[in-house]
């Protein structure tokens, strides 16, 4: 009997577990009970639990051994009063899943550059001022076209298909969907067949951004990008312009780079032809042969200045070799050159008679002299003549 229960009541005391457990406890006016959702039942459970709410779970009662107390195990959870829309939301997303509206080949690539975002949402609360905050930082000349649609409530329906059919006229390049958090009841807009049939059909390329995180609607199936908060929808819609700018910036240093070193290599062909040029020219040949000529003519005067000096020394040992058999550096050295009166020179006694006349040369002067005696000498003898 206590094996399929469901039971009504306030949360409370409740605590996310690291094993993926979650304890909580249920009251009402009358009484509390202890609860436990095991970590293999959380498929049963759609939403994040948070203290107060209302919730309905389903289950069963058992003894918890350790403490003796009954506690309640719950296998699936819904908030009060909404069993009925998870319901038709399940049977929704079953249908819309066979028409193949979620499949992946209808889904539209998100361009990475834009000039016009458009976003239909309301147009006062958190979730417009972080799109245009974000979009606004992330590049500011990204044009935003804002349709302020009814997001809740009656009415809701027909303003959001109108809304994505009138952005989609302007021709704005991708489109954003949503609104912030809230209750399933103030989500349920986004649930509608027609709704989701706006957005299907849309030929712009649609991100949803519906609630929280933890939500999820329709549209986020049926969109072609689904982000998890509004803020996140303008970051994936709008790429950071400093990005952009970064990228270029590498564009141009690579660039800068590779024409630098195009224009080196050039300006290193076109200096080695002018090399190649200049030596062919005639103007550099004849500069090169006057230069060759120089350099004949410097080495011709190094050789004649060596060859005089050469010649101009043994000139000079010569010139000290005659001086050594010169007749007046015999004069000097105290020696006489005796000659007769016909200035032939006189070698021997045989050459002289007595009482001839004879010129003696000195070193400062002649002699005249008459011959009164001339003896030969010859192996120690003596001949008188």
């Not at 304890?23 to 009358?30: A, N």
């Not at 309640?72 to 899943?97: P, V």
């Not at 050459?351 to 001839?356: D, F, K, L």
């Amino acid at each position: 009997m206590l094996r399929g229960l469901f039971v009504r009541g306030e949360v409370s005391n409740c605590k996310y577990h690291s094993s993926g457990h979650i304890y909580f406890t249920l009251k009402d006016s009358k009484g509390t009970i202890s609860c436990v959702m095991f970590a293999g039942s959380r498929a049963g459970l759609s939403f994040r639990m948070s203290e107060g709410q209302q919730v309905v779970a389903g289950g069963y009662v058992d003894v918890y051994e350790r403490d003796g107390k009954y506690q309640f195990y719950a296998r699936e959870i819904l908030l009060d009063g909404c069993g009925l829309l998870y319901e038709k939301f399940e049977q929704m997303k079953r249908e819309l899943q066979e028409q193949g509206m979620f499949s992946q080949e209808y889904k539209q690539p998100v361009p990475r550059f834009i000039r016009t975002l458009g976003v239909v949402t309301a147009d006062t609360g958190a979730a417009v001022r972080d799109i245009i905050q974000v979009a606004g930082r992330r590049n500011p000349y990204v044009q935003i076209i804002l349709y302020p649609a009814i997001v809740q409530g009656d009415g809701a329906v027909h303003s959001i298909v109108q809304g994505i059919h009138a952005l989609e006229a302007l021709g704005v390049d991708v489109m954003i969907v949503g609104r912030g958090g809230g209750s399933i009841e103030d989500l349920w807009a986004f649930n509608e067949r027609e709704v989701a049939q706006a957005v299907f059909d849309c030929s712009v390329p649609v991100i949803s951004a519906v609630g929280h995180e933890t939500d999820t609607t329709i549209i986020d199936f049926v969109a072609d990008l689904r982000a998890p908060t509004p803020s996140a929808a303008a970051e994936l819609a709008v790429t950071d312009i400093r990005e952009i700018f970064a990228q270029l910036s590498a564009y141009r240093d690579a660039l800068d780079r590779l024409m630098g070193g195009i224009i080196e290599e050039r300006r290193s062909l076109v200096q080695k032809w002018k090399l190649r040029l200049k030596i062919a020219s005639p103007e550099y040949r004849i500069s090169q042969k006057k230069m060759e000529l120089m350099s004949a003519e410097d080495r011709l005067r190094e050789r004649m200045k060596y060859l005089l000096e050469k010649r101009r020394h043994a000139l000079a040992l010569y010139a000290e070799r005659m001086k050594g058999l010169s007749p007046l550096e015999r004069l000097c050295g105290g020696y006489s050159y005796v000659e007769d009166e016909n200035g032939g020179n006189i070698r021997s006694v045989r050459q002289v008679r007595r009482g001839q006349v004879l010129r003696i040369r000195v070193s400062d002067g002649v002699i005249g002299a008459e011959v009164t005696e001339a003896k030969a000498e010859k192996q120690g003898q003596d001949r008188e003549e």
